[in-house]
T-cell receptor, first 112, second 112 residues
Framework: DGGITQSPKYLFRKEGQNVTLSCEQN?????MYWYRQDPGQGLRLIYY???????QKGDIAEGYSVSREKKESFPLTVTSAQKNPTAFYLC???????????FGPGTRLTVL | GQQLNQSPQSMFIQEGEDVSMNCTSS?????WLWYKQEPGEGPVLLIA?????ELTSNGRLTAQFGITRKDSFLNISASIPSDVGIYFC????????????FGQGTILTVHP
């Protein structure tokens, strides 16, 4: 089946630790995105990548880092510099930068 | 960042009733998207609109791309309990480089 997978579904980390969230797609999409969703709020863009080895900061990039070494993979690292990391993280992809975005199932990160 | 004005924020309806929600913006968009999100899951694309004035249906769902390109509407006919969830509108401009602008979401509750 084609689609976007995110792992793990639930993630717990201690304060001060970095953690990496996985996002993989087999849709042959060029563009990939990371969003953060907090309770009762809409989605806010963290980082996006239009092509391999290139990515740009979104609206709330501070405390996060990404890499795009392969077309199908766009991992997100939540660093210890992120002040409020507990949230629901969503990955998305699209065929090109102006195309419809499709979302993965999300990872819920909780900082203990 | 900019957000779309989505209304209503929440709706409580009886099974069988029709539902209407809308999104407005001060900016012009080239694409309007409607997503549904269930608790703990990623948003699922319902309808994509690419042309001003376009009216598109997907089963009991109908959405329209406003003629001014600054608004969009989603209607659900004959609601059923599984329609429960959060409905988001999202827009793409020609210069947004794939960055979606989201509405705040409409929480729909359907009473059997």
């Amino acid at each position: 089946d084609g689609g976007i997978t995110q792992s793990p579904k639930y993630l717990f980390r201690k304060e001060g630790q970095n953690v990496t969230l996985s996002c993989e797609q087999n849709l042959n999409h060029d563009a990939m995105y990371w969003y953060r969703q907090d309770p009762g709020q809409g989605l806010r863009l963290i980082y996006y990548s239009q092509i391999v080895n290139d990515f740009q900061k979104g609206d709330i990039a501070e405390g996060y880092s990404v890499s795009r070494e392969k077309k199908e993979s766009f991992p997100l690292t939540v660093t210890s510099a992120q002040k409020n990391p507990t949230a629901f993280y969503l990955c998305a992809s699209s065929l090109a930068r102006t195309d419809t975005q499709y979302f993965g199932p999300g990872t819920r990160l909780t900082v203990l | 960042g900019q957000q779309l004005n989505q209304s209503p924020q929440s709706m409580f309806i009886q099974e069988g009733e029709d539902v209407s929600m809308n999104c407005t913006s001060s900016s012009i968009f080239n694409t309007w998207l409607w997503y549904k999100q269930e608790p703990g899951e990623g948003p699922v694309l319902l309808i994509a609109l690419y042309k001003a004035g376009e009216l598109t249906s997907n089963g009991r769902l109908t959405a329209q791309f406003g003629i001014t390109r600054k608004d969009s509407f989603l209607n659900i006919s004959a609601s059923i309990p599984s329609d429960v969830g959060i409905y988001f509108c999202a827009g793409l401009t020609g210069t947004s480089y794939g960055k979606l602008t989201f509405g705040q979401g409409t929480i729909l509750t359907v009473h059997p």
